[in-house]
């Protein structure tokens, strides 16, 4: 991540000769600004850890370096509101004042190290469940489905709003008859979205229709007028899946159908 303060702070280091952090580092960071820090500081830490104390007398050129660490450290925690780095003492001796460097930037690492670390794994916990949802809708548009356009989800909806109007108002049917294809009416409704991987719901909807239609004869018909309009709908998306130009034919309910025999009031003439 490239933070506000990384150019100003690569100019810095690159004209005084004593890059610590360079233009790669920010870029690598994570985009929560508290790992970033936490990642800032283990950076510091990692590439100091063989540190020999100064043994070879490199104080001065030590210190200017690591104080440039110190120094971006800060001004990025300061950037983001972050919790900051101790101040320092730094005394006369520049061993001691090294030495002083390392130790506030580790005490900083171990103070927000559980933190940090929570918030990279939540982010990582984040970035899984995005991509794993993306995998996901990129799979649903590339399976096969039934597919509608805006006006036709609108016509759908609006038929099988005023066909459950119709039924409400109507007095062709028992009380229990009615609720029972209220229900299933919105049953329907509540399945019909701009993709769909079936129509057997729709098609259950329709065989009653025709159920209806053989009981009731013409008397029905304004009802199923509605169904057809809507079958007619649902057959075009029907041939557009499947590759087909035009509608697939659609049962006639144009007439009414045989009404079935009642068993129920048939009688054992044999007895």
Known sequence: MAY????????????????????STYKNLSDVPLVALFELCEEFLDRTKHYDGGKDNNHHLTFGHWMTAY??????????????LEDLTISDSTERAVTEIHETIDRLHSAITDI?????????????????????????????????????????????TALAVQIEKSE?????HKQRILDK????????????????RFWGFFSEAGVMLGKFGNDIKPLTDRIVEVG?????????????????????????QKQLPDKSSDKDDTA
């Open 4 to 23: 506000k303060i990384a150019l100003s702070l690569i100019k810095f280091h690159t004209e005084h000769n004593m890059i610590f952090f360079d233009d």
């Open 71 to 84: 120094s971006a450290i800060q001004l990025f925690a300061d950037e983001y509101a972050l919790p900051q």
């Open 116 to 160: 940090a670390l929570q918030a990279r794994l939540n982010k990582a916990i984040t970035d899984a469940r995005t991509l794993a949802q993306k995998k996901h809708a990129d799979h649903v548009r590339s399976s096969f489905a039934y597919t509608f356009t805006d006006n036709e989800l609108d016509t759908i909806h609006t038929q099988l």
């Open 172 to 176: 062709l049917f028992e009380d229990k």
């Open 185 to 200: 009416l919105d049953a329907l409704q509540a399945e019909i979205h701009k993709r769909m991987t079936t129509l057997d």
């Open 232 to 256: 007619r709908i649902v057959t075009g998306a029907q041939a557009r899946a499947e590759g087909l130009e035009g509608h697939l034919s659609l049962p006639d309910l144009s007439e009414p």
